[in-house]
């Protein structure tokens, strides 16, 4: 079948353009020698994970144990976990993991650094921890290098746990200075810094230039999407889904297409960087004034001759990591014919 | 299980308040004559429909052809269409429904028209169709009585269609002025209105006022949210479903839990209503400042000795309907118990 013959609203992905997109940042890796570890959250999808490891990923990258437990039943065997595991039913689930396959885990507090310990503990294996520090944008890690020396130093006193390395989000200029700031320190206790993670597809292409770094774990570059195009990261021609909608109504300058919130999500971009709740590739300076549950409602000049009743449209997502999380499946197209489907296994593992 | 046993982020309903919920709406309606066809939106869960029903509803409410698949699927057999369906492939799906149920479908531009009388058609039976009315919200709907007049008189021209009324989303004081100068204006033409279906929780308790109003479409009563609060037509006691989430992270003011917009959803409330991405019961004046996917940051005073990493908040959503649409299955509980799972079998069903 067409793209054009689907009923609407629908992601289509173009598979051509998001094997060009993988390709691309594998060849940025290896040109620089950083290991890609690719974060799943932007496809939540086995199928598309094993084709980012055939092209030379050294693992993935999950954020939720619910991620995990699908992707290793998928047959993945080395996962890190970018995110802070905390108490006991998390632990249990964490050890299982721990027996299955080689899983890894970040680290930024006590209770989380109890929580991998006592995974360990029970799954009877040593688990490899990256202390997280936060180089600026204040999300999760320790705050100084200092706290990150003694976080190092609890593991490395472990007898279940291993040192991993370091470890931040989102890769930024301050990400080196902290880096170079413990190296030195760590170096003057004798300890090793074996590996240096850092993530985030809008600085991507820079991330050879941040002093130590040995692992990328970028997500949005296998789709890209608006976001990412008005940081400068990717072109509009890269970006490689599309939710595909129709105008189902329309009353003078106001338009109304049949895709909202719990299509697109309601996540935006800064108003600086592009209005509304998504760009309409056909009609570049609408926007995308406001979303309900199931409509968009689309301002035009009255005088618009486009965008008629019944007429089709190509939406690039704001943000495309929440917009595939929406659906149970992706539909894949080459040259506009619909030719299989992505199965979006780890689809709402939040837990 | 309890509730404080269950893996978090994760959204729980208690069922003795959504009860209440659904008995207090269902008496209103009754006390003032008003048919109540709750729309499906906010839940997607036919065991819920099925209490509805059983209270006294005459049916159900869908917005899309996949939500009114699954629920003919699980034995409902009166939907009304309250969105524009448009083209042949949709034509096609509406007429496999009307085989199969009693469905009506609204209508507010000729391809609409052209859709549903399609459907009716292919199926080989009378479809009713109510016309659609803007009263003021600028979404869909004809913009005048005079338009309501000329499609009503389509509709009746058509062998294979019904005129079933008028109907409006959302209920507003504008509603009822459009509706008498409609009643004068078809009266003067010699046609019956038989029935006017009006929207919205927000305005639900003062329906009633509106003149000729037949029939209510509620959705989120079921449940209610922070919005609905707001509004002015729930209390917080009133509200059903909270997610549950954890701290995973803090340092000093910052404090990270583990919900994020694929727990919550990015939908905002007026800043006037309510700050931030959802409501802490335990904590009302944290505020939820920021929404990463899957964390959500608070900002919270350096002093709060709440909040520390472990502990459980109850999150009261901004938006619930969007929430429920993010997971697969709604876990209930009565007094803190953990007694059914709801399966929110519509989810994700966009076209």
């Known amino acids: 079948m067409r793209v054009e013959g689907l009923d609407t609203p629908v992601p289509v992905v ?20 950083l290991r890609l570890r690719p974060h799943i959250k932007t496809h939540k999808c086995p199928e598309i ?3 980012q490891l055939e092209l030379g990923a ?6 939720k144990l619910g991620e995990a437990e699908i992707f290793a039943d998928a047959g993945f065997d080395d996962i890190h ?12 689930r964490l050890g299982e993991l721990a027996k299955r396959i080689r899983i890894s885990a970040s680290v930024d507090s006590d209770p989380n650094f109890d929580t991998i310990e006592a995974a360990a503990i029970a799954a009877g294996t040593r688990i490899p921890v990256l202390v997280d520090f936060d180089s600026g944008a204040g999300r999760t890690g320790v705050p100084t290098p200092e706290a990150a ?44 810094i074996p590996s240096f993670s850092g993530a985030g597809t809008p600085t991507a292409w820079a991330a050879h230039e941040t002093p130590g770094l040995t692992e990328v774990r970028q997500g949005s570059y296998v789709f890209f999407d608006r976001s990412i195009v008005a940081d400068g990261a990717a072109t509009l021609d890269q970006c490689a889904v599309h939710v595909h909608a129709t105008v189902i109504s329309r009353n003078g300058r106001r338009v109304i297409l049949d ?7 309601s996540d935006r971009i800064p108003e600086t960087s592009g209005p509304g709740f ?35 449209v190509r939406i690039l997502p704001n943000h495309v990591c929440v917009v595939v999380n929406l659906h149970d499946t992706l539909l894949a197209a080459r040259n506009g014919e619909i030719v299989k489907h992505f199965d979006i296994a780890a689809r709402g593992r939040s837990t």
């Open 259 to 265: 895709a909202g919130s719990k299509t697109l999500s």
């Open 278 to 312: 998504g760009l309409i590739r056909e009609f570049p300076d609408a926007v995308i004034a406001r979303l309900y549950e199931e409509h968009a409602l689309v301002n035009v000049p009255e005088d618009c001759k486009g965008l008629q009743i019944g007429d089709r």
């Open 81 to 92: 976990m970018s995110y802070p595991i905390i108490g006991a039913s998390k632990a249990k």
């Open 58 to 63: 050294v693992g993935i990258t999950c954020q």
């Open 49 to 51: 994970a094993r084709m």
């Open 149 to 192: 020396l003694r976080m190092a130093q609890r593991v490395l006193r472990s007898a279940n746990l291993e040192f991993g390395g370091l470890i931040t989000y989102p890769l930024m200029t301050d990400s080196g200075k902290f880096y170079e700031h413990a190296l030195a320190l760590f170096s003057s206790e004798g300890i090793e």
């Open 14 to 33: 173009d598979i051509d353009l998001m094997e060009a997109n993988l390709r691309r940042m594998q060849a940025y890796c290896d040109a620089h020698g």
